[in-house]
């Protein structure tokens, strides 16, 4: 199938952009495409009018902030995982950059676009999750930011308002005694996956940020990961992690189907192994 019709901009600037997305209501940003040109053929979405936002230099800058990296919306897979950016996470983000899709996905896909889109099996939205990540939020009236587990809403939702944008990912520096497993399970390399774990564990500091998405929801960021170690994380948290605390916390988050429940516990045990 072939998109809808739709009028086509391609601003300079942020401003500029900012100001069509404020005029239009049913305007749709696009960066790589890799998620809104599929849904423009299949005419899943049907615009008004595209905001390729691809010309503004602002937002594929990269830069190291005090403790933490600020990327442009625009920076692709390809940037992390060649290493034309900082790292500030001992090389996890390229890992994960590295394993997206195909390599022609990852020249075109964007961090932003990945994370507006708000698919819970993508990539980044779980394993910036697990990171700590926060994001800045821009509008024709001003700027706000949001946490990325607040961000993400729901399945493909996220609160993104009306004329607003992802202009910049905030990833605070990985501490030198922290862990770090991502695992990620598909039918066949490229396909999205159906089960997904990521997590961040620090037994000195004795915190942990574990994240388990692939879900039909927005990923579970587990509120008390203490519980599945027995109210405790230290250096040896590996042999101390309870499957049976984890089943019964993805029971309570909705995942009430048994397979389900038993892929992402594999995933989840296999993302601690390769943390330890």
Not at 160 to 170: D, K, N, R, S, T
Request: net charge neutral; glycine share 10%.
């Amino acid at each position: 199938m072939k998109p809808a019709p739709f009028d086509y901009a391609r601003p300079r600037d942020l401003a500029a952009a900012l100001a069509l997305l404020g005029s239009n209501a049913s305007a749709k940003v696009m960066a790589g495409g890799q998620s809104l040109g599929p849904m423009l053929n299949l005419r899943l979405a049907q615009p008004e009018q595209i905001v390729d936002i691809t010309a503004i230099d602002e937002l594929k800058q990269a830069e190291i902030s005090g403790d933490e990296l600020v990327l442009g919306a625009c920076v692709t897979h390809a940037d992390i995982e060649d290493g034309r950016v900082p790292d500030v996470t001992s090389g996890a983000m390229r890992s994960v950059a590295g394993n997206i899709a195909y390599r022609a996905v990852r020249n075109r896909g964007t961090l932003g676009g990945s994370l507006s889109h708000a698919d819970p099996a993508a990539d980044w939205v779980s394993v910036l999750t697990a990171l700590g990540a926060r994001l800045t939020l821009r509008s024709a009236s001003g700027t706000r930011q949001v946490t990325l587990s607040d961000f993400i809403v729901g399945a493909l939702q996220s609160c993104l308002q009306p004329g607003e944008l992802v202009a910049a990912i905030h990833i605070p520096k990985r501490s030198a005694s922290s862990h770090w497993g991502y695992v990620k399970t598909c039918r066949k390399t490229g396909e999205f996956a159906h089960g997904q774990c990521a997590l961040l564990i620090d037994g000195d500091a004795g915190s942990a940020r574990i994240v388990i998405g692939a879900l039909d929801a927005a990923p579970i960021l587990i509120a008390e990961p203490a519980e599945l170690f027995g109210g405790r994380i230290g250096a040896d948290y590996k042999t101390r992690f309870d499957p049976g605390v984890a089943d019964r916390l993805l029971v309570a988050a909705g995942v009430t189907d048994a397979v389900h429940r038993h892929i992402h516990l594999t995933v989840l045990k296999r993302a601690l192994q390769e943390a330890a």
